[in-house]
């Protein structure tokens, strides 16, 4: 099974927990991309501290990827 680090509150590393993701099919606007490489950056810190409010809890990080699309 996929895993993912996930946010489910705001707060220091502490609150970043490596977790079984499922990941469902993509919706008919959205497109499914296997990432090849990702880099967690300043977004992601920001994300985390709530520097910049996320909509919808739990999020994920690793907003900066590279990878191949499909959808």
Known sequence: MPRAIRIHETGGPEVMRL??????????????ARHTAIGVNFIDIYDRTGLYP???????????????GSG
Do not use: F, S, T, W
């Open 19 to 32: 977790e079984d993701a499922e990941i469902g099919e993509p919706a008919p606007d959205e497109v499914q």
């Open 54 to 68: 996320r909509k919808g809890m739990p999020a994920g990080l690793g907003r900066e990827a590279a990878g191949i």
